[in-house]
Structure formats: structure tokens, C-alpha cells
């Protein structure tokens, strides 16, 4: 399995990035994704995840402003995310939710104030 995240980068406090992760090797269709996030000296994080039925959870500091997503089809899943703060600064990774997949490289996000 192979998980290719993109899309992060610097933006502004306040502002909106979308993040993609493109997964190989696998047909996720079935399996309960998610998003997690490491910020620097900080431990990796869960922040949200999708079952394959399309219901979501998050954590308290992301609710209201980061919203996941899928497609089945493209075998992707997506976080976006709005309202950025400071704080949302880390390297975002996608797996399956709490699997033993390999982790890929993840993509930098870094939220200026």
C-alpha cells in the first residue's frame, strides 16, 4: 500500500488549503480513512477520518473548519481545510484508520499569523 499525499503549503491565518491523498496498491472503497497531522516536537495526531459509508469525525480543534472527504473512484481522499490558524502548522499524513499501512511522506502545512 502506497499513500500519496499532496497539496499542503503556506497560507495565511485565516486561510483555506486542500489536501489530497492518492492510494496504490489497495482498493479503499471498504476500508475507514483518515487524516492525521504532526506537529514539530509534537506526537502524530489523529484528525479526522471517513468510514466507507461516508461518516465523519474529527477532533475538537478541527471541528467546524476542516471537512474530509472520498472518492471511491479515484481512490483519493481529501481534507479540506478553512479558517487556518497557526496552530494547524504540522505534516498532514493519510492511512487507514489506525491500520498498519506503511506511512507515506505526508505534505507540509505551515499557517502564518
Known amino acids: 500500500v502506497q499513500l500519496q499525499a499532496s497539496g499542503g503549503g503556506l497560507a495565511q491565518d485565516g486561510g483555506s488549503l486542500t489536501l489530497s491523498c492518492k492510494a496504490s496498491?489497495?482498493?479503499?472503497?471498504?476500508?475507514?480513512m483518515a487524516w492525521y497531522r504532526q506537529a514539530p516536537g509534537k506526537q502524530r495526531e489523529l484528525v479526522a477520518d471517513i468510514t466507507s459509508g461516508g461518516f465523519t469525525n474529527y477532533t475538537d480543534p478541527v471541528k467546524g473548519r476542516f471537512t474530509i472527504s472520498r472518492s471511491n473512484a479515484k481512490n483519493t481522499v481529501f481534507l479540506q481545510m478553512n479558517s487556518l490558524k497557526p496552530e494547524d502548522t504540522a505534516r498532514y499524513y493519510c492511512n487507514g484508520y489506525f491500520s498498519d499501512w506503511a506511512w507515506g511522506q505526508g505534505t507540509l502545512v505551515t499557517v502564518s499569523s
Open positions: 496498491g489497495i482498493r479503499i472503497v471498504f476500508n475507514r
